[in-house]
């Protein structure tokens, strides 16, 4: 089975600094390719056919960097959508009532985690299965966690595993919001209330690089992980 992927694109990537100012983060690089091209590599390797990326921030470069690939774009104008509204906006292109969702600003050193998302997916239980790591299995992240995970894999708030930026969602509460720009969260809080939140541990390394030290970190894990 395999679900279609939305590859979130659209962010300015201000935590980048001066990296950001002319490119968007998804093409800063990351051991020699861009951070987007990591994240595709991952759809490739679990089969996914339908892959949409939204854009805002330097639409043109991203476009320009996709050409000719199995990627459709859409653009977020005037104003960016957060991550549920453009999720909603993509909605279209993507097709089918349940879809899977990758930044594109982490690296993985372990097993594909769009594969595994799809292999713990259970629709009679979930509306959504959110990718979660242990925080001592991360690299460039400081925090303490972002959810609790329950022994029936429910998660509800708390400190806990760190939400890694992939996860699959049905997509029909995304339509009970009146906001054009919203995130995610909304949403997920929605089905935690009604015990329809799920979360599944990574059992790999997982790299932040929303900020300019997560690329050092992120090829140190890389490196360390194909030796």
Same mark, same amino acid.
């Given at each position: 089975?395999?679900?279609?992927?939305? +590859?979130?694109?659209?962010?300015?990537?201000?935590?980048?600094?001066?990296?950001?100012?002319?490119?968007?983060?998804?093409?800063?690089?990351?051991?020699? &390719?861009?951070?987007?091209?990591?994240?595709?590599?991952?759809?490739?390797?679990?089969?996914?056919?339908?892959?949409?990326?939204?854009?805002?921030?330097?639409?043109?470069?991203?476009?320009?960097?996709?050409?000719?690939?199995?990627?459709?774009?859409?653009?977020?104008?005037?104003?960016?959508?957060?991550?549920?509204?453009?999720?909603?906006? #993509?909605?279209?292109?993507?097709?089918?009532?349940?879809?899977?969702?990758?930044?594109?600003? #982490?690296?993985?050193?372990?097993?594909?985690?769009?594969?595994?998302? +799809?292999?713990?997916?259970?629709?009679?239980?979930?509306?959504?299965?959110?990718?979660?790591?242990?925080?001592?299995?991360? &690299?460039?992240?400081?925090?303490?966690?972002?959810?609790?995970?329950?022994?029936?894999?429910?998660?509800?708030?708390?400190?806990?595993?760190?939400?890694?930026? =992939?996860?699959?969602?049905?997509?029909?509460?995304?339509?009970?919001?009146?906001? #054009?720009?919203?995130?995610?969260?909304? @949403?997920?809080? =929605?089905? #935690?209330?009604?015990?329809?939140?799920?979360? @599944?541990?990574?059992?790999?390394?997982?790299?932040?690089?929303?900020?300019?030290?997560?690329?050092?970190?992120?090829?140190?894990?890389?490196?360390?992980?194909?030796?």
């Amino acid at each position: 089975m395999t679900l279609p992927l939305m +590859l979130f694109a659209a962010g300015f990537g201000t935590r980048m600094g001066a990296l950001t100012k002319d490119r968007p983060k998804p093409l800063i690089e990351v051991a020699g &390719r861009p951070l987007i091209d990591h994240a595709l590599a991952l759809a490739d390797d679990a089969g996914v056919t339908r892959i949409v990326a939204n854009t805002h921030y330097r639409p043109e470069m991203i476009e320009a960097h996709l050409a000719g690939r199995n990627v459709q774009t859409i653009r977020e104008v005037p104003d960016i959508l957060e991550t549920g509204g453009g999720l909603r906006h #993509a909605l279209p292109l993507l097709g089918g009532d349940t879809v899977m969702t990758l930044n594109s600003d #982490a690296v993985w050193a372990g097993p594909n985690p769009l594969r595994l998302l +799809l292999d713990a997916w259970d629709p009679a239980r979930m509306d959504a299965l959110l990718l979660c790591v242990p925080v001592d299995q991360t &690299r460039g992240y400081n925090g303490t966690g972002d959810f609790a995970l329950q022994d029936d894999g429910q998660i509800v708030r708390g400190s806990g595993p760190v939400y890694a930026g =992939a996860h699959i969602l049905k997509t029909d509460r995304l339509h009970d919001v009146a906001e #054009a720009a919203f995130s995610l969260n909304v @949403v997920w809080n =929605a089905m #935690a209330d009604t015990g329809r939140l799920h979360g @599944v541990s990574y059992p790999g390394l997982w790299c932040d690089v929303g900020h300019p030290d997560g690329i050092a970190a992120a090829e140190a894990m890389l490196a360390d992980h194909n030796v």
